[in-house]
Nanobody, 119 residues
């Protein structure tokens, strides 16, 4: 099993910045991808950014140019730097890791961290 611990959410004014962190622990053979999703009240969970272990970092159109995803592979940690935040970025942000812990890949989720952007 893989455990994910998120941190860094909070309340910020529009135009401000926050940095989310997510540390993975457990018996991990290899990581396929690490990323962030978010879910606003009354809406479906959506992809924010995902970084596979190879090439091909993906961002939602709504965050391109404002958010940056990065990884520290030695620490099994993924970060989300969020700049120029807007009220519509308000949501619960979830870390996601796809990783091998045995012969089959598993899909793991953090507990979620609230990000609130005031206007």
């Amino acid at each position: 099993q893989v455990q994910l611990v998120e941190s860094g959410g909070g309340l910020v004014q529009a135009g401000g910045s926050l940095r989310l962190s997510c540390a993975a622990s457990g018996i991990i053979s290899s990581i396929i991808s690490m990323g962030w999703y978010r879910q606003a009240p009354g809406k479906q969970r959506e992809l924010v950014a995902r970084m596979p272990s190879g090439d091909g970092t993906l961002y939602a159109d709504s965050v391109k140019g404002r958010f940056t995803i990065s990884r520290d592979n030695a620490k099994y940690t993924v970060y989300l730097q969020m700049n120029s935040l807007k009220p519509e970025d308000t949501a619960v942000y979830y870390c996601n890791v796809v990783a091998y812990t045995g012969s089959e890949p598993g899909d793991y989720w953090g507990q979620g961290t609230q990000v609130t952007v005031s206007s």
